[in-house]
């Protein structure tokens, strides 16, 4: 990820105090002096698990998109009809020109 990303608004301490994932080697005591490259792998080897947990359960749906995205709201929107959304409503509120997406 781009170092742009470095402002985490606290994540990084409510992940270090909160989340244990001894299955990626992700423990409270790790979280505690992790760097950005470490919760980064974190985030995607959890992208990874729900990916496959979904393919593994064929009734579920996964939904993923880019918040980023110029219209991203719209295209949530055309996904989930039944919730009657209107996609203009949803803006860029933190929105960066360049911030890089996965």
Known sequence: MDKEYG???GLKSRLAKFCV???YNFTIDKGRNA???EFEDLYCKHVQHVRKFVIEHPTLTLIEYSIGAENVGDYLASLLPH???KGSHYGHMNWKN???TM
């Open 83 to 85: 919730m009657r959304l």
């Open 21 to 23: 994932f001894p299955e």
């Open 98 to 100: 360049n911030r890089v």
């Open 35 to 37: 760097t950005d490259e």
């Open 7 to 9: 402002n985490w608004h």
